[in-house]
């Protein structure tokens, strides 16, 4: 268990229903991918999304991994920002489009190569990265529910945090935006919130070391993931450790968040 440098929150998962619809959107090159992607989903009528990025050709992408802690009680922290360069392609990211103090601001772990074809894993720092070309992209937009950014004592950190909103669209599919809070099971958390209705889990966030069942660990204390998808009812992930080694693979059992977790389960077809 890791010590974080405020009191713990009573609630341990906060769970806020919304409608989800599918989108198919085009995103431009040439522009920060953090303003492509929040124009274009608000041209699509939303303000919140989760979006898939799939095999993008990058002429700059950034990003970070998690680092040691900086010391005034943080448990881990963001490393220096690592630059690719043209011939960088994003080859499966998963963003939560959602709400800041300036407005749209999103959340995006990814796996990414660079220009000599080396997987690399990390945060990415949308608002310096750059489509080479325009780009489909598929997710989801909600209606109902968004995630907001606000300080959170327990961490030291500004996190993503589900916010009822006011609905604005018709039909959709009834789904959820989940945070589980530090020292929740991750795997065990998405078994009991999701019922046999559940077709889709997606999100992302931070575990205390990445436990996997078919492959070697990454050690902690911090590791980020991303959820590729699921089999039967386990995660498979792919995570990233403070030394930037990449795993892959099938989430073991007791894998604990380190820092956050942002789901969003989509109930239905």
């Known amino acids: 268990m890791l010590t974080h440098p405020g009191p713990a929150d009573p609630q341990r998962v906060q769970d806020v229903a919304c409608r989800a619809h599918p989108l198919q959107l085009r995103l431009p090159p040439g522009v920060a991918l953090d303003r492509a992607v929040a124009e274009t989903v608000e041209a699509a009528g939303f303000d919140a999304a989760w979006l898939w990025l799939q095999d993008l050709a990058c002429t700059r992408l950034s990003y970070v991994i998690p680092a040691p802690p900086p010391g005034a009680g943080r448990v881990a922290f963001y490393s220096d920002t690592h630059v690719l360069g043209p011939g960088a392609r994003i080859v499966a990211a998963g963003l939560h489009l959602g709400q800041g103090p300036q407005g749209a601001m999103l959340h995006c772990h990814g796996l990414w190569t660079d220009a000599g074809g080396a997987?690399?894993?990390?945060?990415?720092r949308a608002e310096d990265s750059l489509l080479a070309q325009e780009a489909v992209v598929t997710g989801w937009g909600l209606d109902g529910a968004a995630f907001r950014q606000q300080p959170d004592a327990e961490t030291g950190f500004d996190l993503f945090a589900p916010d009822a909103r006011p609905s604005r669209h018709a039909g959709g599919l009834p789904a959820r935006l989940v945070r589980?809070?530090?020292?929740?099971?991750?795997?065990d958390s998405i078994r009991r919130l999701a019922g046999p209705q559940t077709r889709h889990v997606a999100g992302l966030g931070s575990l205390i070391g990445t436990s996997f069942a078919d492959a070697p660990g990454l050690p902690g204390p911090a590791t980020e993931i991303l959820i590729l998808g699921r089999d039967g009812q386990d995660l498979?992930?792919?995570?990233?450790?403070?030394?930037?080694?990449?795993?892959q693979g099938l989430l073991a059992p007791a894998n604990l968040v380190c820092i956050t977790?942002?789901?969003?389960?989509?109930?239905?077809a």
């Not at 498979?236 to 795993?247: C, F, H, K, L, W």
């Not at 942002?262 to 109930?267: N, Y």
Request: net charge neutral.
């Open 236 to 247: 498979r992930i792919a995570s990233v450790g403070i030394e930037g080694r990449v795993g």
């Open 180 to 187: 589980l809070r530090p020292h929740q099971d991750l795997g």
């Open 119 to 124: 997987l690399r894993m990390g945060h990415l």
């Open 261 to 268: 977790a942002e789901l969003l389960l989509i109930d239905g």
